[in-house]
Every structure is written in structure tokens, then in C-alpha cells.
């Protein structure tokens, strides 16, 4: 089961932020146990999504981390706050203004470097620090021993799991964002790492050099094919076809009116195709943005030597980049 858990917890994400249908006046109410449960499933997900890229739970303890496991920082932070208000609300004040001198991980930052600012909002991470003070959050084989090997007192993650009650399996656009999200989260890690240790300009080679074969790699390990396409491609490689552009234009006019923009599946007969939006944070800017403010000199010339019909710059934070496009056989008791 373990290998379905970040599928199922997507599967509760969109279960519960779906509208019920119910009869025209009739209001729907969640008391407050459902509504906490409710946010901790999406504290997970977006734990998952957005923190694991640096703070991964998987990594070794060595020189590969771009950052402390996830329970490393629960860990401190327990340890100053003892109240669930003023542990969440400690978490919220660093992640929105992560000086340095603020930090309770002073070891960390030694070794990894200062948290870079994150462009989360304030709801998204008081539920994230939510669901890490009530729940228990996955923990390195190794964290145990080195915990105990700088001098703190015995910490044990007593917090009962977030566990489904339901078994329901399941459908293709879940398994396929895990497909997506896996890939991502290999690829953010390596680029995070490379900007932490090298530079923007490394991570432009890390990406030219290692980019394909790592998400050929990933397509490997999920017997997928996975792609990121885009209509302005850096790569002539990554150049959507006719298909994969209107799917994006669709994203693009969701983003543009602020509807949501749920993933695509379609049914092709023993495969199953999956389209999801790529969406720039301020991360992506460094390679992808205004050559005239956000892209260095150094970048643009690399830009200029490796990739000389590059479309991908001039973006801003939260357009549509691309999609991801997965297709993938069908399995058996899946749901659509």
C-alpha cells in the first residue's frame, strides 16, 4: 500500500474539494473534526509538492540533501513550541520571511545554506504546519541516530499517521499526477541543489546535460512516457504537438479567467494519455523571465551557446510554462 499513499492522498484532495451537489437552498455544513481532517490531507499534498523538492524524507544523509527531512524541522520546532497555535503560526512568520537569524535549524543552514524565500501563501502553509503538529510525518531511517548524535533528547514522532479509511483504488488522473509529481520532484531536487552549490548558470547545463535523461529515467520507473511540452520550447525536443497546444491554451485560458484548471485524461483504448499545466514560480524566472530584469548576463549568453531558437524566456510568475504529457496502459480495477 505504501506505494499508493501520495495517490491517495491526491484522490482525498480532490474528493473533498469538490462541490457536493445537493438540493437548490440546502447548505452543506462539515463539522469541525471533518473540516481538520479535510486540511490535513491537503497539508500532506502540498508538504509533499512543495517541501519535499528540498526537504525530502528519501534522501540519503550525505552530501546529496539541499536540505533537513521535514521531521528534522517538526523536531525543533516541537521543541521550542509546545502549543499547536504557536507552533504553526512560528512556521507560518519563518516560511513568509525566512531570515536567517530567525532560524530554529541553525545547523542546517550551516550546512545547506539560508532557506531561499518561497511564494507559498499564508493558508498553505498553516495547513502544512497543521498537519505536521497533529500527524506524523515520514521519517529517514537515519534520523533517529543522528538526532541523538547532536546532543538532543530522545525525540519520537508519537503522532497517530493520516490514514484513509476508505480503500476505494485509484482513478488514472491520480496515478498519473503521482507519475508527474515523482518526475518533478527528482528534477526539482536536482536542480535546487545545483543553484544551491554552483549557481544559476551550472543549473542551466545541469538542465541541457541531465534534464532528458532523468525524465527518461523516471518514465522508466513508472513504465510511462513521460514529457514536458511546451508551445514557447527551449528545447526543440520538448515542442508540443498539435494536440498537447490546445490543451495548453485551455490551461491558459482557465489560468486567465481563474477557473480551475483540473487535469486531462483521455481514453485511447489500452493506454491512457494525462495532460496537467506547468505552472512558473519565481524559481523559474532565473532562466525563463524578462532577459531585461530577471535572466543575468551569464544566463543569457549560455542561453545563446546551447540554445540558439530558444522561445522560453519572458515569462511571469504563474503563467502556464507547458504540460506535463503521460501516457501509460491501462490497469486493471482503475477508474477513470
Same mark, same amino acid.
Given at each position: 500500500m505504501e506505494r499508493w499513499s501520495l495517490i491517495m492522498i491526491i484522490m482525498v484532495f480532490f474528493s473533498t474539494s469538490c462541490k457536493q451537489h445537493k438540493a437548490e437552498g440546502e447548505k452543506v455544513e462539515m463539522n469541525t473534526d471533518s473540516l481538520r481532517v479535510a486540511n490535513a490531507f491537503e497539508g500532506k499534498k502540498l508538504m509533499e509538492?512543495?517541501?519535499?523538492?528540498? *526537504?525530502?524524507?528519501? %534522501?540519503?544523509?550525505?552530501a546529496e540533501r539541499v536540505g533537513p527531512p521535514m521531521i528534522a524541522v517538526k523536531a525543533h520546532y516541537k521543541q521550542e513550541f509546545t502549543t499547536r497555535e504557536a507552533f504553526i503560526d512560528s512556521i507560518i512568520a519563518f516560511v513568509l520571511n525566512p531570515k536567517q537569524n530567525r532560524t530554529k535549524l541553525k545547523g542546517a543552514v550551516k550546512r545547506f545554506g539560508p532557506m531561499p524565500m518561497a511564494l507559498y501563501n499564508k493558508e498553505?502553509?498553516?495547513?502544512? =504546519? %497543521?498537519?505536521?503538529?497533529?500527524?506524523?510525518?515520514?521519517?529517514?531511517?537515519?534520523?533517529?541516530? *543522528?538526532?541523538?548524535? *547532536?546532543?538532543?533528547?530522545?525525540?519520537?514522532?508519537?503522532?497517530q499517521p493520516l490514514?484513509?479509511?476508505?480503500?476505494?483504488?485509484?482513478?488514472? %488522473?491520480?496515478? !498519473?499526477?503521482?507519475?508527474?509529481?515523482?518526475?518533478?520532484?527528482?528534477l526539482g531536487?536536482?536542480?535546487?541543489?545545483?543553484i544551491q552549490k554552483k549557481g544559476v548558470p551550472a543549473a542551466l547545463t545541469f538542465c541541457h546535460e541531465r534534464a532528458y535523461p532523468l525524465t527518461d529515467s523516471m518514465s522508466v520507473a513508472f513504465s510511462a512516457k513521460i514529457k514536458r511540452v511546451s508551445d514557447r520550447p527551449r528545447n526543440p525536443k520538448n515542442k508540443a504537438n498539435s494536440i498537447e497546444e490546445a490543451h495548453i491554451q485551455?490551461?491558459?485560458? !482557465?489560468?486567465?479567467?481563474?477557473?480551475? &484548471?483540473?487535469?486531462?485524461v483521455a481514453d485511447l483504448g489500452?493506454?491512457?494519455?494525462?495532460? !496537467?499545466?506547468?505552472?512558473?514560480?519565481? &524559481?523559474?524566472?532565473?532562466?525563463?523571465?524578462?532577459?531585461?530584469?530577471?535572466?543575468?548576463?551569464?544566463?543569457?549568453?549560455?542561453?545563446l551557446e546551447k540554445y540558439p531558437n530558444?522561445? =522560453?524566456?519572458?515569462?511571469?510568475?504563474?503563467?502556464?510554462?507547458?504540460?506535463?504529457?503521460?501516457?501509460?496502459?491501462?490497469?486493471?480495477?482503475?477508474?477513470?
Open positions: 509538492q512543495k517541501c519535499y523538492l528540498c *526537504h525530502s524524507p528519501t %534522501a540519503p544523509e550525505n498553505e502553509i498553516e495547513k502544512i =504546519a %497543521a498537519y505536521m503538529y497533529d500527524y506524523q510525518v515520514e521519517e529517514p531511517q537515519w534520523f533517529e541516530e *543522528h538526532w541523538s548524535s *547532536h546532543g538532543f533528547p530522545p525525540y519520537t514522532n508519537t503522532e490514514l484513509l479509511t476508505d480503500a476505494e483504488k485509484p482513478t488514472y %488522473a491520480e496515478i !498519473a499526477m503521482s507519475y508527474a509529481l515523482g518526475t518533478k520532484q527528482v531536487a536536482n536542480l535546487m541543489g545545483t485551455t490551461f491558459k485560458q !482557465a489560468l486567465e479567467q481563474k477557473t480551475e &484548471m483540473l487535469p486531462m489500452e493506454e491512457v494519455q494525462f495532460y !496537467a499545466p506547468i505552472i512558473t514560480n519565481a &524559481m523559474c524566472l532565473k532562466c525563463h523571465g524578462d532577459t531585461k530584469t530577471d535572466v543575468s548576463l551569464d544566463v543569457q549568453n549560455l542561453l530558444d522561445k =522560453a524566456t519572458g515569462y511571469r510568475i504563474n503563467e502556464v510554462r507547458g504540460i506535463w504529457s503521460i501516457t501509460f496502459d491501462k490497469q486493471e480495477n482503475v477508474k477513470f
